[in-house]
């Protein structure tokens, strides 16, 4: 019996650590979907923010969010360390969010102080709440992978943020109405859609936390099939209905859907059968057709469509679990969503308020018109022959940009 014990718990831990490898692959993911959807004069900017993002949330939740979440680290049916490790993907994924609906007028220091913020006490105080046994979960409140407890919660500190930070510079004219700002790379933010996709597999089949019998194995194959299938129906969705209303289709908005789908069956994957599954995508892919045009009316401006995607399909696959699911309640969902929203986006609101009064958060209209990467960064991402004549002449780390 031993010996069975433990090689369930090597299995166990091995889903861990294969499925964080995953989500943290994620990563790439978000910086090329970022890339691909912001102009090429911002491009270094996102990378940037994505990769020490990143950084910042591994370190800032090992120091302290991990303890306030869930304790110190230590070993149960699977290694603690494993456990950490899937944990701490999860909170750079929160984190990853914010950086795409905030792109393009950003000032780079107070977002990472942000970063640090939602990663060490916000994010895991709620994850307290919930995964960590928390009196939200006694109420029987439900989110399997984390449609409510990671994607909306990034969206909301996005949100806060975005209210703040104001649109990007030319973005709305006085009548309100958006001026397109083309994406510098659809082929990146395709691929990173892709990265992203594969990477779910990990996020949501990983979230099982077992595969040490039979049932276990079944359920983390069934996870992973409705994940699929979700993201199918999203990205289908979204694809036929931009033929039909705008009599073209658009490939941005199929991407969107896609992820869309992806996000809405996170809260519960491991329960319905596929055809629910499609159900929950479409109306994932639905919300996200409706949800861009919305904030662009509110003025909120969002350059990659996170807040569609995240928060609004967060929302969505939160509540699907309380009416698909027998013994979650519908009030219990709804009741979760609204505690961690009001008390992410209070507290994100408060914080951004403070760095906007004391170092400011927003940069220039000049600094817009020439690039964040000019006006933070020393490299520019692509040749010089397609950026801005700004460079020209300028001291980067690596010297001075020529003037011929």
């Known amino acids: 019996m031993e010996n069975l014990t433990d090689v369930a718990y090597i ?47 591994c370190i800032m939740f090992y120091i302290v969010g ?28 929160a984190a990853s969010i914010v950086s795409g609906t905030l792109a393009e007028r950003i000032k780079f220091w107070p977002f990472m102080c942000m970063v640090a913020v939602l990663t060490a006490i916000i994010y895991p105080i709620q994850g307290n709440w919930t995964w960590g046994g928390g ?12 449609s409510t407890i990671v994607h909306s919660v990034g969206g909301w500190c996005a949100l806060a943020g975005a209210i703040l930070l104001g649109a990007r510079y030319g973005r709305y004219n006085d009548d309100g109405s958006p001026n397109l700002i083309p994406p510098a790379n659809l082929p990146l933010a395709t691929l990173g859609t892709f990265i992203l996709w594969l990477g779910w597999f990990g996020f949501n089949g990983g979230s099982q936390l077992a595969m040490g ?56 994957p491991d329960y319905p059968t596929m055809g629910l599954a499609i159900f929950i995508g479409f109306i994932g892919g639905l919300l996200v057709l409706g949800a861009v045009p919305m904030f662009d009316k509110l003025r909120i401006d969002d350059p990659v469509g996170a807040l569609s995607v995240h928060l609004v399909a967060g929302i969505w696959g939160t509540l699907a679990v309380g009416i698909f699911k027998e013994d979650v309640s519908f009030v219990m969902q709804l009741a979760g969503v609204i505690v961690i929203g009001v008390f992410v986006f209070g507290s994100c609101f408060a914080v951004w308020g403070i760095l906007k009064a004391t170092v400011g958060i927003r940069l220039s209209d000049e600094q817009q018109l020439e690039g964040v990467d000019s ?28 003037t011929n």
């Not at 979907?33 to 910042?56: F, H, P």
């Not at 658009?250 to 996000?263: E, K, P, R």
Request: charged residues 10%; proline residues 1%; aromatic residues 12%.
């Open 11 to 57: 299995f166990n831990t091995f889903l861990l650590v294969f499925s964080g490898c995953l989500v943290m692959w994620m990563a790439a993911g978000f910086a090329m979907l970022e890339s691909g959807l912001v102009r090429s004069k911002n491009t270094t900017a996102i990378l940037t923010k994505n990769i020490t993002l990143y950084a910042l949330a």
């Open 66 to 93: 991990y303890q306030i979440m869930y304790g110190s680290i230590t070993d149960g049916d699977h290694s603690g360390m494993a456990d950490f490790f899937f944990q701490v993907v999860f909170v750079a994924t």
């Open 135 to 146: 009196w939200l979960s006694e109420t029987g409140f439900s989110d399997f992978a984390g």
């Open 213 to 268: 019998t039979k049932a276990d194995v079944n359920a983390v194959a069934q996870i992973i099939a409705n994940t699929n299938i979700a993201a199918c129906a999203g990205a289908l969705t979204t694809l036929v209905a931009t033929q039909l209303i705008y009599k073209r289709v658009d490939l941005t908005m199929v991407l969107n859907g896609a992820l869309a789908g992806l996000v809405s069956i996170t809260a519960g």
């Open 375 to 402: 006006a933070e960064f020393s490299t520019p991402a692509y040749s010089l022959s397609k950026t801005s004549a700004i460079w020209k002449g300028k001291q980067t780390v690596r010297g001075k940009v020529p």
